[in-house]
């Protein structure tokens, strides 16, 4: 009898040792490499471009962050295991070749030079440099009618610059230290357009406070392909891009559009959207 209870009670102690060992972790976040079990993803994007990539109060919205998420999602990744990390445009090649990122979706560019250092899937939209003016403004219909108007974009762009060299030689050409405030500046009278790429402009226009204001010409004049940004050694860009595919085929891509730029007076440039994510090298 005696011996019996000794057995039965080494036996649950081993079981009650493997359960432990087992267990020991189930409250940490998980470091291991299978996608989705628990680990985060983390995504570089814009903290201050409405209807693109917005940080409102540590909510973000915008048509970036919405493919981020479908992106994600595709991947294994549910929304909670995503962590969105903000990406200035002088940062995101360092921010990727300094393993602070998994990926990013921030109006990003696909260049050759960049291409040196990072790596790209996608395009999974392609802008393109446009103009914002009054809603009521049917004078500007495209650059060529910019002589003797004054034109605003950030401090340090070139857009503008490029317009004046180009398109409009007699253009003004004014700064201001963002294109909310290139707006704010238009409101008031003193400024008759603002240029950048077509879906930024659309993402000023649609916010609450600039709806119905506003309008984008729908004269794109360059061509600028919105890369996801990877690291150059990633594994990841087929299936990038198959769930980039999958969001334009199955809708959500346009619907994510038109939810994003509401009240700008927008159309997206069709003979060049959506597009097809390029082969990954």
Do not use: H
């Not at 409405?50 to 048509?63: A, I, K, M």
């Not at 969105?84 to 030079?113: G, K, W």
């Amino acid at each position: 009898m005696r011996k019996t209870f000794y057995a039965a009670a080494a036996m649950a102690a081993a079981a009650a040792l493997t359960l432990s060992a087992c267990g020991g972790d189930s409250g940490s976040e998980s470091t291991g490499s299978a996608e989705g079990d628990g680990e985060k993803i983390r995504i570089g994007i814009k903290y201050d471009q409405p209807g693109l990539g917005f940080d409102e109060g540590g909510s973000f919205s915008g048509f970036d962050v919405d493919v981020a998420k479908y992106v994600a999602n595709e991947l294994g990744y549910s929304e909670d295991q995503i962590k969105f990390e903000e990406s200035p445009s002088a940062q995101r090649e360092n921010m990727l070749e300094n393993d602070q990122v998994d990926m990013i979706f921030a109006t990003y560019s696909i260049t050759d030079t960049r291409k040196e250092k990072v790596g790209f899937a996608g395009p999974y939209f392609v802008a393109g440099q446009d103009l914002l003016v009054r809603s009521d403004n049917n004078d500007i219909k495209g650059p060529e009618d910019l002589n003797g108007k004054n034109l605003c974009s950030v401090t340090g762009s070139t857009s503008a610059q490029k317009i004046k060299d180009t398109l409009a030689s007699d253009v003004n050409l004014m700064e201001q230290p963002s294109y909310a405030e290139c707006v704010t500046a238009m409101q008031g009278g003193s400024i008759d357009a603002v240029t950048t790429d077509d879906i930024i402009l659309a993402g000023l226009a649609s916010t609450e406070a600039n709806k119905g204001q506003f309008k984008v010409v729908g004269n794109t004049f360059s061509e600028e392909q919105y890369g996801v940004g990877i690291p150059k050694d990633s594994d990841k860009c087929e299936d990038i891009n198959a769930a980039i595919q999958k969001m334009i085929d199955s809708g959500a891509w346009e619907e994510a559009i038109k939810k994003n730029t509401e009240g700008a007076d927008y159309t997206f440039n069709a003979e060049l959207n959506p597009p097809t994510p390029a082969a990954c090298a």
